[in-house]
């Protein structure tokens, strides 16, 4: 299990690698921390004529608030975000998410907005992005946009980004006064979520996000209910997701876990916040 | 801007336990093969190739990698570290492997280079650390022999033993 053949760029600006991604178009793939990329090189799932190393760019290495978010460059790996200090305070979905994704010899590599670009439909991060209602930043050698994170995964392991774009940054918002928890079922721990639940409480109502089921992270929004009324909607969202059955878990079991998982997460958030 | 072209082989020199190495490696050359073939250096392992098992793992500029997921030209000056430079000398071994030994933390000994590494880049930053945190850092590797007990089990008394040491040079 070997890479096809490929030139190497290490880009030293942003500018250079998207000057790359312009002229190669599809021929090219950003390479960052390489914990998902490569393995699809080594398996000649990718066969792309040219590499883009953008880790050398200290730029993209910024994480910054900003205007209620956490703005994350695309150099930062998940082990600095997960070491940052007062993470738990400032972003505490985040918190308690990152320590699923992967294991911490992948961690230590592995970009955030790696995980955004790649987006595997069982991955912690996107689902965070989505049910924290985060954007992502996309720039070209010639322009640059904000899309939305539901807007931005379209499928699986497909996004609204072009060939000639690259991720300059993630922001995920940071909300005051919710109450947030984060539990997933995978067969072993860093291993892929069968299924993840991301649940935001305020005084007004619950948001939760499911990962591991549709193509893509989804989340939705509900009032404050309780008891059956809650296990209703769960039964809803469960079936709308429209589970796959995989060698990992049938439809049913991830059915039953959006049951399970979903209340005891939007649950553990509601104690979270009290 | 550097471009390394596919069609040819480009130098590639980083510190490897503490010496500078150069060698040769085509872009696509994966940083396990370049320690092994172009090196020499072939105490790092290779098991999956795609990042699951662990074998490979080496610390790079103070970052447990996988060297099978890391290209060699991707670490260009980069201070390296591998089994190889795990002991104080050819005839003693370090704290870390020698309480592998005492727990037969190892049989066939094809997960173990990697496993050193991540605990001993681990217990540098946790020198105190709870049996789940070492499970929990064991779950990055595949090791088909041990059952993992024995593992668990040597990297705390390699902690503990660690941390003695320090108390006593602090100290002295
Ligand atoms: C054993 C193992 C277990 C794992 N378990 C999990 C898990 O439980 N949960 C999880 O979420 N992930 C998991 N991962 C994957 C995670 O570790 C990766 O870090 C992440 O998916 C990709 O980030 P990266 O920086 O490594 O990106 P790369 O692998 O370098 O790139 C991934 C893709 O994104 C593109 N890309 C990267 N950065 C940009 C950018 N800035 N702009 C545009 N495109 C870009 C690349 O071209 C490529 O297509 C696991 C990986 C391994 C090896
Ligand atoms: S050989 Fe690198 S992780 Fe298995
Ligand atoms: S000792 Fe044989 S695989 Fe771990």
Redesign the pocket.
């Known amino acids: 299990m070997k890479p096809a053949a490929f030139d190497y760029v290490r880009a030293e600006s942003v500018d250079e690698a998207l000057a790359v991604l312009r002229e190669e178009g599809s021929d090219a793939?950003?390479?960052?921390?390489?914990?998902?990329?490569?393995?699809m090189l080594n398996m000649r799932l990718a066969r792309p004529k040219v590499l883009v190393d953008?880790m050398r760019v200290a730029p993209l290495a910024r994480m910054e608030e900003e205007k209620g978010a956490l703005k994350i460059g695309?150099g930062v790996r998940?082990a600095r975000l997960l070491a940052a200090d007062g993470l738990d305070h400032a972003a505490p979905l985040l918190a308690k998410a990152l320590p699923?994704?992967?294991?911490a010899q992948?961690r230590s590599?592995?970009?955030v907005?790696?995980?955004i670009?790649?987006a595997?439909p069982?991955?912690?991060?996107p689902l965070c992005l989505v049910t924290l209602k985060g954007h992502v930043h996309l720039k070209t050698a010639k322009t640059s946009r904000k899309v939305a994170a539901d807007d931005f995964f379209t499928g699986m392991m497909a996004t609204a980004?072009a060939d000639d774009e690259?991720?300059e940054a993630v922001s995920f918002p940071t909300p005051k006064g919710e109450g947030t928890a984060f539990r997933e079922i995978a067969r072993r721990h860093?291993?892929?979520?069968i299924v993840a639940c991301a649940a935001l409480v305020s005084g007004t109502g619950i948001r939760l996000g499911v990962g591991g089921v549709a193509d893509m992270p989804v989340a939705r929004d509900f009032p404050l209910l309780d008891g059956s009324a809650l296990d209703d909607a769960l039964n809803a969202l469960a079936w709308e997701l429209d589970a796959r059955d995989d060698v990992h878990a049938s439809a049913r079991y991830r059915r039953e876990l959006v049951r399970r998982i979903g209340r005891a997460t939007i649950e553990e958030a509601r104690r979270c916040r009290a | 801007m550097p471009r390394l072209s596919a069609a040819a082989r480009h130098t590639v020199r980083f510190t490897l336990n503490g010496r500078p190495v150069a060698g040769q490696a085509a872009p696509r050359t994966l940083l396990s093969d370049f320690l092994r073939h172009e090196i020499g250096a072939t105490g790092t392992h290779v098991g999956c190739e795609h990042?699951?098992c662990g074998a490979c793992t080496v610390d790079v500029d103070g970052m447990l990698t996988?060297a099978c997921?890391t290209l060699a030209v991707q670490v260009e000056g980069a201070t390296i570290r591998t089994v190889e430079g795990l002991a104080p000398a050819p005839d003693r071994l370090s704290v870390l492997q020698a309480a592998f030994r005492r727990h037969h933390a190892l049989q066939c000994g094809f997960c173990t280079a990697g496993i050193l590494m991540s605990l001993d880049v681990f217990l540098k930053a946790e020198p105190d650390p709870s049996e789940d945190a070492v499970r929990d850092l064991l779950s990055g590797h595949l090791c088909r022999c041990t059952g993992y007990t024995p593992i668990v089990r040597a990297a705390l008394e390699a902690a503990a033993e660690l941390r003695d040491a320090q108390g006593e040079s602090a100290h002295a």
Do not use: N, P, W, Y
């Not at chain 1, 793939?29 to 393995?39: D, E, Y």
């Not at chain 1, 699923?100 to 294991?103: E, V």
């Open positions: 793939r950003i390479l960052a921390g390489g914990m998902s990329f490569m393995a953008i695309a998940q699923f994704t992967g294991h992948t590599r592995g970009t907005c790696g995980s670009a790649h595997d069982s991955a912690e991060l980004k690259m991720i860093g291993d892929f979520a | 990042g699951v996988r997921m």
